[in-house]
């Protein structure tokens, strides 16, 4: 153990045990550091309850201070992506993963606190910059590090899948925790469950000072960093442009699936554990399965954004029947599917997204630069799609129907858009191919 701090290894030096260790744990890790900044997403209600009685929210902008506190997040996350590529490049994978999960863990503790608004809202930027600066970039290298070059594609798809895997074991213990000790006020049920969420990654933390080695040849490198120089050869590419906004409005819907939480629970009045089981099935379990199929059946096509444009169009369809869907008793099972198979398509989707670069013939010089162009786009949803949904929840308090209404048209809206910008960079990957071709 003392060797993994001191000496410089390789992973063909590493016994195989020690390899799939280190695959599990920034695996898991990437599902789980996240998780306090994105509790909204499954606990929506019990979240904000626990803001009201704390003081931090009231009953008026409840949903708004929530937007608003991931909007915080989100921000902060925007402006360190492209960053965190070059931070990952020139500080060691251990000490980014220990100190990332460690101070996440220890922001996560004092979130337990529900502390007053404008504290919180400096401790969601402060998870932006320990999570996305910090941690953000060092997964996929990590996992290159523990892989040889035949091995990598591989050990990515593991890795999606301890990362679903540990998602969904952890979201059913928080549902448990939340359900359980739902009778002991509106606060306790969510401190609990941020203790308990601060402590795993405290122990993740714990786990990568122990055993991450530092690895020979991993400083130093630029690869895959943000490159000045270029910006312009990135900036004139129209495919580049084309995959961030479908990425963009791809990611819009991805996100607002999770809308149909409240919808399930304000709407339909479906039993709090139900939905609870349901957001955590369709947060995690998934992805599971959702993103290598799709994958699968992209590969089978040649064409991801074939599959990212029928896919959109499916889950426009979706969006509008939910808008439409009537609110009664008897079709709350049939809203539970929905909400399911949405999340499973707008998973797959999103998924595959990135892999437009390659059907577009990005080239290898420029990739890094075009991913983080991609990021930074492809999630600009993140800093005002909750602000603006919890402002249309609050504005029609007394009629929770027509706000959902609202907002899966908007949804619907964005779905139809990623359809064109998918099909769009179709014709002209096939345009530049034929003018290649006949050059």
């Not at 162009?373 to 603006?388: A, E, H, K």
């Amino acid at each position: 153990m003392l060797s993994n701090l001191t000496q410089e290894r390789c992973a063909d030096e590493l016994t195989r045990f020690h390899r799939v260790f280190l695959l599990i744990l920034v695996s898991i890790g990437s599902s789980i550091v996240y998780t306090p900044a994105y509790l909204q997403y499954v606990f929506d209600e019990p979240l904000g309850k626990a803001l009201i009685a704390s003081g931090a929210a009231s009953q008026e902008n409840v949903a708004t201070t929530l937007g608003t506190l991931l909007a915080a997040y989100s921000w902060t996350a925007l402006v360190c992506y492209l960053p965190s590529g070059i931070v990952a490049d020139r500080i060691r994978v251990r000490t980014l993963a220990w100190v990332g999960f460690g101070t996440t863990a220890l922001l996560t503790y004092w979130y337990a606190l529900f502390p007053s608004y404008a504290t919180l809202i400096g401790l969601f930027i402060a998870m932006g910059v320990t999570t996305i600066l910090i941690w953000w970039g060092i997964r996929f290298k990590l996992v290159r590090l523990v892989s040889e070059e035949d091995q990598y594609s591989r050990n990515i798809g593991l890795s999606y899948g301890f990362y679903g895997l540990a998602g969904l074991i952890l979201g059913f213990v928080n549902a448990a925790i939340v359900s359980r000790l739902a009778d002991q006020g509106d606060i306790v049920p969510m401190r609990v469950l941020l203790l308990v969420l601060g402590s795993v990654i405290m122990v993740l933390a714990v786990l990568s000072f122990l055993f991450i080695p530092k690895f020979e040849g991993e400083i130093g490198s630029s690869e895959g960093g943000f490159n000045l120089a270029q910006l312009g050869q990135v900036l004139s590419n129209p495919v580049v442009w084309l995959a961030a906004l479908t990425l963009f409005f791809v990611y819009f819907f991805y996100t607002g699936v999770n809308q149909t939480t409240g919808y399930m629970n304000n709407v339909m009045h479906i039993a709090p554990g139900i939905v609870l089981v349901v957001g955590t099935v369709r947060t995690y379990g998934v992805s599971l399965v959702s993103a290598p199929v799709f994958g699968a059946i992209a590969g089978a096509l040649g064409s991801p954004s074939k599959v990212i444009g029928a896919g959109s169009a499916v889950v426009m369809v979706g969006l509008l029947a939910f808008a439409f869907l009537p609110a009664q008793a008897s079709l709350a099972y049939a809203a539970v599917a929905m909400a399911i198979l949405l999340a499973f398509i707008a998973n797959g989707v999103f998924g595959i997204c990135s892999s437009q670069l390659t059907e577009g013939k990005v080239p290898v010089s420029v990739f890094g630069t075009a991913t983080g162009l991609l990021s930074v786009i492809g999630f600009l949803p993140d800093t005002f799609s909750y602000i603006w949904f919890g402002s249309i929840r609050d504005a029609h308090q007394d009629n929770p129907a027509a706000a959902y209404t609202q907002i899966f048209l908007i949804l619907a809206g964005a779905a139809l858009i990623a359809a064109v910008c998918a099909f769009c960079l179709i014709a002209v990957a096939r345009r530049r191919d034929n003018a290649q071709r006949n050059a």
